[in-house]
Nanobody, 118 residues
C-alpha cells in the first residue's frame, strides 16, 4: 500500500534552516510528480512546492521568495524540502503528497511539525 513518511521537522530559530524528507513506498515513485504542502494553525492547507517525476521541473509558492528548494532522489524514493531563512510564518505541519495521473486521487503523509520561534 501507498506510504509517505515525513521527517526532519522540529523547532528552529528564525533565520535557521531545516531539511525535510519524505520516504515513499507502495507505488512507482519515479513515475509521479511529488508535492510539499503545509498547514498552519487555523489555516487551510497550501501548496509549498512540487517537483516533476524526473526532478527537472520545480514550482514554488510565490510567497516563499526562493527560500525553499524541493529535490528528489529516485533511487532512495525520497523527496526533500530544504528550507532556509525560516520565518515564524513558516510554522506549520508539512506534508508530502502526490496525485494519481488517471483519477486525481491524493495520497498524503502523516506530516511533520516545523516550528520557527525565538
Amino acid at each position: 500500500q501507498v506510504q509517505l513518511v515525513e521527517s526532519g521537522g522540529g523547532l528552529v530559530q528564525p533565520g535557521g534552516s531545516l531539511r525535510l524528507s519524505c520516504v515513499a513506498s507502495g507505488f512507482s515513485f519515479r513515475s509521479v510528480a511529488m508535492n510539499w504542502y503545509r498547514q498552519a494553525p487555523g489555516k487551510e492547507r497550501e501548496l509549498v512546492a512540487r517537483i516533476s517525476s524526473g526532478g527537472g521541473t520545480t514550482n514554488y509558492a510565490d510567497s516563499l521568495k526562493g527560500r525553499f528548494t524541493i529535490s528528489r532522489d529516485n533511487v532512495k524514493d525520497t523527496v526533500y524540502l530544504q528550507m532556509n531563512s525560516l520565518k515564524p510564518e513558516d510554522t506549520a505541519v508539512y506534508y508530502c503528497n502526490f496525485r494519481t495521473v488517471l483519477g486525481g486521487v491524493d495520497y498524503w503523509g502523516q506530516g511533520t511539525q516545523v516550528t520557527v520561534s525565538s
